[in-house]
């Protein structure tokens, strides 16, 4: 028992000294806030410059989303208007006014 006992006191006086103080864990508390508060400073500052990235890209897709659907109302109109040209009807004329007055006279 006495060789027991021995060992354990050996191993604690082996393990007392590297064991931290109240005074060594109050620094080490002083600095790991002083570490939090400049990590959430910089994360803030990350964050409000990912924003403004986040921002300017939307604007940037909206702006080719407005430019895109106007080039297309353009294509559609135009592509429209030539097919009504070109597909009129080859034997329709143009009447006149006297071709009218003569139908309506019955002449």
Known sequence: MDNRLTALETKWDAVIPTLATKADLDKLECVTKAEMAVLGQATKA????????????AASLKTWAMAT???M????????AW??????APHARTL???????????S
């Open 46 to 57: 990350d964050i409000a410059e990912l924003r403004a990235d986040v921002h300017k890209t």
């Open 69 to 71: 659907l106007i080039a």
């Open 73 to 80: 109302l353009g294509f559609q109109t135009g592509l429209m």
């Open 83 to 88: 097919f009504t040209r070109a597909h009129d």
């Open 96 to 106: 006149s006014a006297s071709d009218l007055q003569g139908d309506l006279c019955g």
